[in-house]
């Protein structure tokens, strides 16, 4: 069984930044993509940011290109989103979602091709 367990969410003001960190155990690190999602109050989770298994191009929804940062270090278990120059509409609860050896979509991630799942991290920028 794969857990998963974001941190580092927080309050922040628009332009300000945060790292969020995703600490994945229970199977071989390296051998999963990892996703991250997020969900605002009354819509639907969106994929932000993908890193694949074996590295290449990561992915990165437009909303988010260019302030956002996805890395993974396999030696810790863990991947990063670093956010940069935040705004409120990035306002939302982030999730990091693992799945087995499956490649980075060049479009949107689909949130059912991830089976594990943390419990989230609630981001919150204010204007």
């Known amino acids: 069984q794969v857990q998963l367990a974001e941190s580092g969410g927080g309050l922040v003001q628009a332009g300000g930044s945060l790292r969020l960190s995703c600490v994945v155990s229970?199977?071989?690190?390296?051998?999963?993509?990892i996703s991250w999602f997020r969900q605002a109050p009354g819509e639907e989770r969106r994929s932000v940011a993908a890193?694949?298994?074996?590295?290449?191009?990561?992915y990165y929804a437009d909303s988010v290109k260019g302030r956002f940062s996805i890395s993974r270090d396999n030696a810790k278990n863990t991947v990063f989103l670093q956010m940069n120059s935040l705004k409120p509409e990035d306002t939302a609860v982030y999730y990091c979602?693992?799945?087995?050896?499956?490649?980075?979509?060049?479009?949107?991630?689909?949130?059912?091709?991830?089976?594990?799942w943390g419990q989230g991290t609630q981001v919150t920028v204010s204007s």
């Open positions: 979602a693992a799945a087995y050896l499956i490649g980075v979509r060049v479009g949107v991630q689909i949130p059912s091709e991830y089976p594990y």
């Open positions: 229970g199977r071989t690190f390296s051998t999963y993509t």
């Open positions: 890193i694949a298994w074996n590295g290449g191009r990561p």
